[in-house]
T-cell receptor, first 115, second 114 residues
Framework: AQTVTQSQPEMSVQEAETVTLSCTYDTSESDYYLFWYKQPPSRQMILVIRQEAYKQQNATENRFSVNFQKAAKSFSLKISDSQLGDAAMYFCAYFASGGSEKLVFGKGTKLTVNP | DTAVSQTPKYLVTQMGNDKSIKCEQNLGHDTMYWYKQDSKKFLKIMFSYNNKELIINETVPNRFSPKSPDKAHLNLHINSLELGDSAVYFC?????????????FGEGSWLTVV
């Protein structure tokens, strides 16, 4: 079964600094997708960034970028120039195309941004 | 325009009651899901439907019964509510093939059983 592990229950960063959230996953599939979702206190699930496993290039979305290491099954999220609004729970998620068609989530990392 | 909408957003009810949560998506997606987020914020899939057909049932107690009248709607009915059912329930949808696409979530329905 696929599993997603986020080893950092909590992280903190100073405003305007950079922080990296870790995620590893376990799978025997070759074709899959990885996601980072942000969940603020409102509990809304907001997509931050998506990575297709077949793409070697790391995905970027403005201040958010990933370091995707397929061989190591690692998918970390880097947030640059952190803002107070970035404070939230961040969930790493895995989806196998052709598999059971469900998102498998990690347990989340709570990010605090200090002014 | 809300892409995936759930009602009610908040629900407080007593043990033993029966309640329903409704979900509608206007994205034209073929697949809809129910996820449960427990008090520790762990998100886990409960059900998945594709074009009104059940494709995933993750060993959820049969007190939970999803119903999909059409591919734009997936409702969740819960019988004989228990304290442990208290959670945030998320509805979500995605196109049939996720390649290049994403699962979109509703805003969640906060269920509290007292």
């Amino acid at each position: 079964a696929q599993t997603v592990t986020q080893s950092q229950p909590e992280m903190s960063v100073q405003e305007a600094e950079t922080v990296t959230l870790s995620c590893t996953y376990d799978t025997s599939e070759s074709d899959y997708y990885l996601f980072w979702y942000k969940q603020p206190p409102s509990r809304q699930m907001i997509l931050v960034i998506r990575q297709e496993a077949y793409k070697q290039q790391n995905a970027t979305e403005n201040r958010f970028s990933v370091n995707f290491q397929k061989a190591a099954k690692s998918f970390s999220l880097k947030i640059s120039d952190s803002q107070l609004g970035d404070a939230a729970m961040y969930f790493c998620a895995y989806f196998a195309s052709g598999g059971s068609e469900k998102l498998v989530f990690g347990k989340g990392t709570k990010l605090t941004v200090n002014p | 325009d809300t892409a995936v909408s759930q009602t009610p957003k908040y629900l407080v009810t007593q043990m033993g009651n029966d309640k329903s949560i409704k979900c509608e998506q206007n994205l034209g997606h073929d697949t809809m899901y129910w996820y449960k987020q427990d008090s520790k914020k762990f998100l886990k899939i409960m059900f998945s439907y594709n074009n009104k057909e059940l494709i995933i049932n993750e060993t959820v107690p049969n007190r939970f019964s999803p119903k999909s009248p059409d591919k734009a709607h997936l409702n969740l009915h819960i019988n004989s509510l228990e304290l442990g059912d208290s959670a945030v329930y998320f509805c979500a949808s995605s196109p049939r093939q996720v390649q290049g696409n994403t699962i979109y979530f509703g805003e969640g329905s906060w269920l509290t059983v007292v």
